[in-house]
């Protein structure tokens, strides 16, 4: 069961997380795209650390909205929208909800994939975040349906996401910037997948601690 209190350090990670990795996520935006991921995320993610501070006593949706509705008037760029849309879908699931169970998370993982493919209309196997989230929300629901803790659902949420990463490095990009890239895409880790990897390994990192 996650608390407000735990979900706020949650997302407080994922910000730190996403902060470190500025310049590795603009790099690899910089080989297939503008170059500018890694300094759209920071930027989104330092705004949702100052916003989180005014919602502590609110309920886990209300964290959610302002998480995406931050990162939605903040990250430049694709992917801006796309997790802004994400965390707005999953703020509907938690809404009212002063902690959230597993079959929350994983309800509100499945409904922030669809957000992002009902924005970007784009589908697996594209070379985008969707690389990375779908196999970790299949790993996350397989996990705990079978019978597994949070922490241990996270943990192979984390292995499934980075091989997506892998698995990105071998196609074609055919969605957003990178596509303009055709053949040349491919070789190259999609910059989405990879924040989107970052974020699941941070939270698996942060419950195993
Ligand atoms: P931009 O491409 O506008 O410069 P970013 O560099 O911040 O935006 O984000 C690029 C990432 O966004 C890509 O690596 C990819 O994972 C993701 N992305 C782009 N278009 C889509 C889409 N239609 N659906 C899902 N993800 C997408
Ligand atoms: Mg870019």
């Known amino acids: 069961m996650v608390t407000r209190d735990t979900l706020i350090d949650?997302?407080?990670?994922?910000?730190?997380?996403?902060?470190?990795?500025?310049?590795?996520?603009?790099?690899?935006?910089?080989?297939?795209?503008?170059g500018d991921h890694g300094i759209n995320m920071d930027k989104?993610?330092?705004?949702?650390?100052?916003?989180?501070?005014?919602?502590?006593?609110?309920?886990c949706g209300s964290i959610l909205k302002t998480t995406a509705m931050t990162?939605?008037?903040?990250?430049?760029?694709?992917?801006g929208p796309l997790y802004g849309t994400a965390f707005l879908k999953a703020s509907i699931i938690a809404k009212e909800?002063?902690?959230?169970?597993?079959?929350?998370?994983?309800?509100?993982?499945d409904e922030g994939i669809k957000g992002i493919v009902m924005r970007g209309k784009a589908k697996r196997g594209e070379k985008t975040m969707l690389d990375s989230l779908i196999p970790a929300y299949e790993a996350l629901k397989i996990s705990i349906e079978?019978?597994?803790?949070?922490?241990?659902?996270?943990?192979?949420?984390?292995?499934?996401?980075?091989?997506?990463?892998?698995?990105?490095?071998?196609?074609?990009?055919?969605?957003?910037?990178?596509?303009?890239?055709?053949?040349?895409?491919?070789?190259?880790q999609d910059?989405?997948?990879?924040?989107?990897?970052?974020?699941i390994k941070s939270l698996a990192n942060f419950l195993s601690n």
């Open 97 to 109: 909800k002063m902690e959230l169970e597993s079959e929350d998370i994983i309800r509100m993982f």
């Open 10 to 34: 949650m997302l407080n990670k994922i910000a730190e997380t996403i902060i470190e990795n500025k310049e590795f996520l603009t790099d690899l935006d910089a080989a297939i795209g503008d």
């Open 44 to 59: 989104g993610f330092r705004a949702v650390i100052e916003k989180l501070h005014g919602v502590k006593d609110k309920d």
């Open 146 to 188: 079978g019978g597994d803790t949070l922490t241990q659902a996270f943990d192979k949420a984390s292995k499934a996401a980075y091989d997506g990463v892998e698995y990105t490095k071998t196609i074609r990009a055919t969605k957003g910037r990178a596509s303009y890239l055709g053949n040349r895409s491919i070789g190259h």
């Open 191 to 199: 910059p989405g997948a990879t924040s989107s990897y970052l974020m």
């Open 71 to 79: 990162l939605i008037s903040t990250v430049g760029g694709a992917s």
